[in-house]
């Protein structure tokens, strides 16, 4: 969508719902089975793609804002997710 010809990058839900999409194998992954070398692995992979999505979402919101409050409702989601993945893997 363009506002004057310039292209509107303001955040949406949908900014921090594809790092959440990446997290999803992970978590159930974890949920359901062991945690062996080649699953951790991965796992970290994951965090660290989901991670660098989130810093490009706001890269978004420092140019453009959020224009919703269930953007930020998505984005408090998303940052309580990281961080708890990230303490279940180092533990």
């Given at each position: 969508m363009t506002v004057g010809g310039i292209p509107n990058s303001s955040a949406t839900e949908a900014t921090w719902s594809v790092p959440l999409l990446v997290l999803a194998p992970a978590l159930l992954i974890r949920i359901m089975s062991d945690r062996s070398a080649p699953w951790l692995a991965a796992a970290w992979t994951a965090w660290g793609l989901a991670a660098t999505l989130t810093a490009a979402g706001w890269v978004g919101v420092v140019r453009g804002g959020i224009r919703r409050a269930q953007?930020?409702?998505?984005?408090?989601?998303?940052?309580?997710v990281l961080v708890v993945q990230a303490v279940s893997l180092a533990a």
């Open positions: 953007a930020w409702a998505t984005c408090l989601l998303l940052h309580v």
